[in-house]
């Protein structure tokens, strides 16, 4: 069992920034791929970026590349994503993922066995 806590959602200004946090408890971090997806009111969950097991290799939906950055700290059992330029396109809830199969992350929400609650991040324009 894997258990995820997003955290660090909020309101921010276009072209302001945000990192959201996902804390991970149960089976070994380091075992497995993480994902990030984000769901937009009325749209359905979106691939946002992942990262590998051991976090030396990291993907990107084309949309956030050169503003996002998605990292691990496998000491601490948490994954951050860091949004900067942000833009009101990006308003979503952003959810992460687990996908304990896998050494490297899906682009399709379908493989991910575990997810977290969900955080709101709202981009004004």
């Known amino acids: 069992q894997v258990q995820l806590v997003e955290s660090g959602g909020g309101l921010v200004q276009a072209g302001g920034s945000l990192r959201l946090s996902c804390a991970s408890s149960?089976?070994?971090?380091?075992?497995?791929?993480m994902g990030w997806f984000r769901q937009a009111a009325g749209k359905e969950r979106m691939f946002v970026g992942g990262?590998?097991?051991?976090?030396?290799?990291?993907y990107y939906e084309d949309s956030v590349k050169g503003r996002f950055t998605i990292s691990r700290d496998n000491a601490k059992n948490t994954m951050y994503l860091q949004m900067n330029s942000l833009k009101s396109e990006d308003t979503a809830v952003y959810y992460c993922?687990?996908?304990?199969?896998?050494?490297?992350?899906?682009?399709?929400?379908?493989?991910?066995?575990?997810w977290g609650q969900g955080t709101q991040v709202t981009v004004s324009s």
């Open positions: 993922a687990a996908d304990i199969h896998r050494v490297v992350p899906s682009r399709s929400h379908r493989p991910y066995d575990y």
């Open positions: 149960g089976r070994s971090f380091s075992s497995y791929a």
């Open positions: 990262i590998s097991r051991n976090g030396d290799s990291t």
